[in-house]
């Protein structure tokens, strides 16, 4: 097949990421994958072959016109609302069956009546509809097929007395994936105080906010912003603990990614947490907003090596029996080739 995605941002978030590893996959499985959006250099990072091609393009207008372009393909795969929109004002390529993902526990066009009625007008140029969990699907226009995401399989993971005393959160730093809850719960664990830090990759409109925050609780010294960050292979190999505070998560790439690197979590119980490291380890979740509990979890953990090894090896096994790019590709192909 020739499968083009298509996301309408010049970004490289969770989105961004799963497209890419995914082209990766469908790559590899002999199809030929176009993806058209996304931050140009980050994405060809990604997807570092010859034989995926990347169009530039952010906007509604660039993305419909390049896929107009492409009317040649045997699936458009569009992420997100404004890209289903880009595909239905792509006149030149009416033929091309249309499959979305999505990617968030909400509906269509919420924000206003105009934007809800756009949004249903395109969403009749659309043949078949995924949604990333269960978790999401519950919470959408239905009807979905769900196909859980996966990633690739890591090194072998480092043993706990290898790795630093560092907590890592890796998200975007916006209220919605509360963050501030990260650096609370790392406050009261008290292990600021035995020489640990809290390493938080990545940038957003609150990262001042988390900074006051953290000097308030007087761990300032010990929170570290890093920004934005390629190397989160590399930092999740170094930490000894990953936190995932979201309770809403859709699934959580980044958690799937720690279970690759049998780096431990703990994780708000909530949203796509239930289908991914609660399934798992549900010893490591705690209650949404018993930031208390967390904050025991997490000394624990920290004050446990063998505890972390073990752990880290049982999510690595989940992660490459359950939650493979491979498997996730698979299950998407079945998807493409039900409307064809």
Known sequence: ??????????AFAGVERHIAMLAVAQADSGHEVVVVGGHARTMREVMDRPDIRHVAASTVWEVSRALGRLGDASV???????????????RRSRRVPVVATRHFAATRGRSSRAAGLVARLAARRISAQIAVSRFVADRIEPTST???SGVAPAGEPRAASARERRVLVAQRLEPEK????????FAASGLAAEGWSLDVAGEGRQRRRLESLASQLGVGQAVHFLGHRSDTAEL??????LLAPRPDEALGLTVLEAMSHGLPVVAAAGGGHLETICTTAPEICYSIADLAAAARLLAELAHDPAQRTALGQRLRTAQLRHFSVAAQAAATEAVYRSVL
């Not at 097949?1 to 010049?10: E, F, G, K, L, S």
């Open 76 to 90: 458009f795969n569009v992420h997100m609302t404004s890209a289903e929109i880009a595909a239905a004002l792509a």
């Open 178 to 185: 509360q963050t501030a809850d990260a650096v609370r719960i």
């Open 236 to 241: 999740m190999d170094r930490a000894a603990v």
């Open 146 to 148: 769900v196909v859980v």
């Open 1 to 10: 097949m020739r499968i083009v995605h298509a996301v309408c941002t010049d």
